[in-house]
């Protein structure tokens, strides 16, 4: 295998397994962290050893973190700030806290020293905004109530890390000083002439230039780039960190109106630059170290996986929030995250931690990553078999989740799920004279159609206790929008089981589904996309005239 001691079959060679371990990786339903940090033990001195190109995957590799901290201080604009609101806030900071100390005697038990469990306590405490994104758009979740909560605290904890990381920077550069406490002066003092210079610019600069450059998408990107690894230069030099600077030049775009333009260009050049951050992290385990820290990484895996959901459960329980809620917010914190790896990863750089500790982090990574990738998949069936268990955590009367009103005892229909498609059949049915009980998760939406002076009441429509505070006995049909099969059969499953008799009208987005539903024994399958075609085309024809319908599949 000499030819692999080139350069660019190195990186062939790299890329092809990283691609087929991302193929399996999507066969086990895993992230690809998990399978890119494999790859890594493959490639790296303890497998094949064939990373011989050890500077360029470094560069790529921090190249990487700087994009991934730009992303994030991009997402941290002020408005989406204020909405996230007093739970985003106590849930994340609360999580970090008890994490962080728990770990901490938890790690001063297993015979760690100060400075290495205050690593492995700190590292524990953050999620994968990443993962938990990604998984709850696949379910399709990230709008639902406990998805909205859980990316309010995870941008929480994106916040915190940054802080942390900056913290560490400047303690480490103070600490290599004769004088530290005079360097960390000096320090601060930097640091606030940064962000008064990033703030400057921020408001009167780079609103109009990025107006200017907006006029070529590509120039757009590629000034974002070059902006993200500049500020990561300048805060590096200015004896900060890279990941500092990247994240002050994504927070000085944030207010700008391209952030999302940006931010979805450069979301696969992320992905991209970070499989190398994981494949030189995987390649520097020594298997040998990793055998010694089995049992410690079993006992914080398992505090990680029972302990982070925990406690949110416990504080959304005490905010007001109803079970199912707290524990489908709590799994998403079950697990530690891509920033973990790095805060370890910049301990080992300033010396403050040995390899070991950085490998038992690592280990704890895959243990929860990969294990909590599934508690999320099937939090629903999860939670219907212990919701009896969690009750503890809830309050007689979950407030949070109460509209103050009660449901309209008089409708002739309920219908779950108001937005664009669930809005229009409300609004068709109202004009023909019926009144309409909407259903939706998203207190928004609720106040929206109370303003209007339309009923509705806040409930998930995965919720099987939310029937029970329906008028079910006195409508004559259960309507449900929501997209997912699986939604609009809990819908049905429910109604069910509280004696409803009516009619019952789902929706389908495929004719499997359709098919599926028609025969859970639903009366009637609404097919929004087909029945549009089918309209469209008869008007196209000159056949028909568009009017408003429910159409469906009888």
Known sequence: MDFLHTQFYQ??????????????????????????????????????????????????????????????????DV????SLGPVALATGLGQVVFTSVVGFLLCLVLGMGAISAVYVAVALTFS???????LLSDKREIDALHGRIAVGFLIVQDIVV????????????????????????????????FLAVAGLLMRYVLPSLTRWLARSPELLILFAVAWAMLMASVGDVLGFSKEVGAFLAGVSLASTPFREAISGRLVSLRDFLLLFFFIELGSGIDLALIGGQVLPAIVLSLFVLIGNPLIV???????????????LAGLTVAQISEFSLILGALGVSLGHIAPETMGLITLVGLVTIGLSTYLILYSHP??????????????HVPHREQQGESAPVDVDYILFGLGRFGSNIGRALRHRGK?????????????????????????????????ASLPLARVGWVVCTA??????????????????????????????DAEALKAAGTDLVLLPFADAAEEAADVLMGGTTIQPSLGGLP
């Open 79 to 82: 408005q989406v700030i204020r």
């Open 162 to 193: 940054v802080l942390v990381m900056i913290a560490l920077s400047a303690f480490g550069a103070a600490g290599q000083m004769n004088n530290p406490a005079i360097t960390g002066l000096l320090i601060v003092g930097k640091g606030i002439l």
């Open 382 to 395: 999860i939670y219907e078999r212990i919701a009896g268990w969690l009750s503890v955590f809830e309050r």
């Open 435 to 467: 009144s309409v009980l909407g259903v939706d998760f998203d207190p928004e939406v609720i106040a929206a159609w109370h303003k209007l002076g339309h009923p509705a009441q806040y409930g998930d429509a995965e919720d099987p206790e939310l029937a």
């Open 313 to 327: 459960i416990v504080i959304m329980g005490y905010m007001g929030y109803r079970k199912r809620t707290g524990f």
């Open 483 to 512: 997209p997912r099969r699986e939604t609009n059969l809990s819908v049905l499953r429910a109604v069910r089981e509280h004696g409803y008799t009516g009619k019952l009208a789902l929706t389908a987005h495929h004719i499997r």
């Open 11 to 76: 990186f062939a060679a790299i890329l092809a397994l990283a691609a087929s371990a991302g193929a399996i990786g999507l066969l086990l339903r895993q992230p690809l962290i998990v399978m890119f940090i494999a790859v890594g033990v493959v490639v790296g001195p303890a497998g094949l050893g064939i990373t011989q190109s050890g500077d360029a995957i470094d560069l790529l590799a921090r190249m990487g973190i700087a994009v991934l901290l730009f992303l994030v201080g991009l997402r941290l």
């Open 128 to 134: 994968s905004t990443i993962i938990i994104v990604k």
